[in-house]
């Protein structure tokens, strides 16, 4: 075995030099993911064409389903309707209904055209369940079987029709009126005596989601289950598809990233970074910098209301940075780990008490060691200032860590409980509470200590 | 099929009312995660014992794996030595070094003791790969054959081999020196005819990692390629495990949560946020704490330098807050981006040049709408504010904004290039950052429009 490689470059001189035949050759190498990506960066749609054109038969649905949507379209429009319904048809239909949900109408009336009636169907219906639903990732191809059959006996029907389902690995075995009964892995059938029925060798206690569940409670499950597919049932626990365990890899990437763009006050983007249009990338941007500079007038009017305070002892205000950086900090940090914790169903709305406890020591022990720097720091770097106003920094400093770590561990929850998304709780919103909390506490001890 | 459930609170009673015969029943119904989490909960260590005991001998080494680590050793203690060495070579290589890396040292010589010579070499031979390397997930539990085999030869030595391996999906197949030629899965087998021979079904162009790999590396070609297990070789090509999906998936699930983490500025835990005591929460987070604070007095001191500017005109310092955190934010937005992005192996340091120039189109967006917006704010709350003063604000807003982008986009590129981690320029470090230039600029500018 020579070491894999995809090199772009040395493909693309080959369509550039219209050596056909070697670039033929050089694809039947490289992983359909792979060629998906050299066919989508062609600069024409006819280099797509002709490239596509040289793929091999048995492979060319897959590189098609891993193409970027533009040459997806591109290819659509140029095929001619024979060469489009192989495509359509090759297609697993989780595929299909991706691609079909971002085409423009046109497009998809083409498809739908084309598509033979059973395939029609399908994707009608499954272009019916809501997105992030379990039901918009799930495929229908599955094999099944019945409890009945010995192990020989389903060998060769997965033999007979395996072809063309998304895994063969894990069988699903129903009763006639398509309710689950078990799952069988090919492993167990394989490891079985040929004579060995199925039902002696399934599953019983199957877990599975529904169509409407959220997909990141079925990618959940695969994570901690470490399943390979999972079965979706309807209300009546029919089965209606699968989920496998590449559809839940993409969701849980997916949704960190959302969670990610979420916690950076963006609303969440589908595409990459670099296909993403600049006013597109302005527009997610832009609302969240809004509200929170609004919010942030807030704690300018605070200060405003306590000018008379830093006239008197200007030192104080070259504390501010600090203190309300500070207490962002700390409660960021305490809302990231809660957020990130809910997303993973390691913590529940439950655990509150005993989260904003262990936050409230931490809290103590943190906030504690940080005025203690910040008192020994201000009386040797301030010769000419008042103990009592390095006493007042470092008081505030720990009242603030506290309220921030308190909220910052508070507020994701409360969300939750809303049914909003803890991750909007995160930094930036949070900064903003923190700061004009930070001031009214700052202000208040300045006031008590020293008299303004 | 009935659902699937798992109600640790009734097997709990069951424990207590020492209904032993119901409790087995029960617990042959109950997943191995579940099992092993139920046993985990379980008070005291006899208790834990008992349950144990009552598992089926095929299903015990599973749930083993999935119990905390507290329990795993409380049963090594309490288990003789008979019974813990069928735990041990039942247990996969990978879930057995993975655990031995955290029990203490009398139970891991306990453990290799008992351990038969060939698990115990594999044993130490696997402890020997870096902490986050592909070698310390990667598994020797693999189906090989030899490319010469015919369809049936191959399916009855996965038949006769199969039972202790990882996976029996993807087969791989060595020459006698155990160099890879090629991967054939089982799907492949099966559906070909019984004489085929192996060498003309095989994949040639296999996508393999080595033992020296980042595991991270592993996890993004297991998510862009979908594969369900991937080839491990040394650096002579020579085949030695495999590493699988579900591994892979609990990579990328921590990966994401260390980004979580690095970015609110805090060092990662390997821990759950509950099983983590208060000390080392607030360990792990007082450092970066008090970097960033001492580096946030950089922002006060340039506040007093400037002193002079706000006792003539008070007001200025209420727009502080706002300008500072709206640069903040500006600036996380972009280098969240930035970071997931390189994470995810989606953008490199060579796209350096055309993510700031997006994100430079972007600022100048975004910047003169939340210039305008203030601008008429001021000009409509405050009454007596001359229209400099507004100016002045934002004027600032705008540069600031393009800044924070700016400095928010090439940051995370300039710790990757350094071999730092990209996650550490996240919102803390680059706020801070952000925090003091912005006052430079708001100082400049009012100078400039003011003449102060």
């Not at 035949?21 to 060629?35: F, G, K, P, R, S």
């Not at 626990?237 to 559809?247: A, C, H, Q, S």
């Not at 970074?273 to 704690?299: C, D, H, P, Q």
Request: hydrophobic share 45%; charged share 25%.
């Amino acid at each position: 075995m020579d070491q894999y490689q995809y090199n772009k470059e040395e493909l693309t001189e080959l369509v550039q030099n219209r050596k056909y035949t070697q670039l033929a050759e050089e694809l039947t190498h490289i992983n359909e993911v792979d060629a998906a990506d050299f066919i989508s960066s062609l600069d024409t749609n006819t280099q797509k064409m002709v490239v596509f054109g040289l793929l091999e038969k048995d492979v060319a649905a897959d590189v098609f389903a891993n193409m970027d949507r533009d040459s997806q379209q591109a290819l659509i429009s140029s095929l001619n309707d024979q060469q489009l319904s192989t495509i359509i048809e090759d297609l697993a239909t989780d595929d299909a209904v991706d691609m079909i949900g971002e085409l423009p109408a046109n497009i998809v009336r083409k498809i739908l055209r084309i598509a033979k009636p059973d395939t029609r169907s399908l994707i009608n219906t499954y272009l019916r369940y809501p997105e992030d639903s379990v039901g918009s990732i799930m495929t229908a191809e599955f094999v099944d079987l019945k409890k009945t059959m010995t192990v020989k006996e389903a060998i060769s029907r997965i033999r007979a029709v395996g072809e063309d389902k998304e895994t063969i690995y894990t069988c699903y075995v129903t009763d006639e009126k398509h309710h689950l009964e078990g799952i069988v892995t090919i492993r167990d059938l394989l490891l079985a005596k040929d004579d060995a029925v199925v039902d002696s060798l399934m599953e019983k206690d199957v877990i599975s989601v529904t169509t409407l569940d959220d997909q990141e409670k079925a990618a959940l499950l695969f994570r901690k289950y470490d399943f390979l597919s999972m079965p979706v049932v309807d209300k009546e626990n029919r089965l209606v598809g699968i989920v496998t365990v590449d559809d839940a890899v993409d969701v849980m990437s997916d949704e960190a990233t959302e969670d990610f763009e979420k916690m950076a006050a963006m609303q969440p983007s589908e595409k990459p970074y670099l296909k993403t249009g600049v006013f597109e990338l302005a527009r997610n941007r832009i609302v969240w910098l809004l509200v929170l500079m609004i919010s942030g007038m807030v704690s300018g009017s605070i200060l405003s209301h306590y000018e008379s305070a830093f006239v008197l002892i200007p030192i104080l205000v070259s504390f501010v940075p600090m203190l309300t950086d500070t207490g962002g900090n700390a409660g960021s940090q305490a809302s990231t780990m809660i957020i990130r914790g809910l997303a993973l169903g390691e913590l529940t709305p439950h655990d509150w008490f005993r989260i904003v406890w262990k936050e409230i020591r931490v809290a103590v022990i943190c906030g504690t060691i940080l005025a203690t720097v910040n008192f020994a720091r201000i009386m040797l770097t301030y010769r000419n200032v008042q103990v009592t106003v390095a006493l007042t920094v470092s008081l505030t400093m720990v009242c603030t860590v506290c309220m921030a770590k308190v909220l910052g561990a508070t507020l994701p929850i409360v969300a939750k409980k809303l049914h909003l998304d803890p991750a909007l709780m995160a930094s930036p919103m949070l900064t903003t509470i923190v700061d004009a909390l930070t001031l009214i506490i700052y202000f208040t001890v300045a006031k008590e200590l020293l008299g303004i």
